[in-house]
């Protein structure tokens, strides 16, 4: 967790904010803002972190 949060804080993302999209359940780090269900456990519970 420590190393995808580093990554996301020290990376450049122009015109938005830094945010980390990851499930609540398995903890996997997901690639997109829109999705509605974790592809690896099914998971609705999605949090959203904004840096």
Request: charged share 30%.
């Amino acid at each position: 967790m420590l190393r995808r949060l580093t990554r996301v804080l020290w990376s450049s993302e122009p015109e938005s904010e830094a945010s980390l999209v990851e499930c609540k359940r398995c903890g996997t780090t997901l690639e997109s803002k829109a999705v509605e269900r974790c592809p690896e456990c099914g998971s609705r519970d999605i949090a959203t972190y904004f840096f």
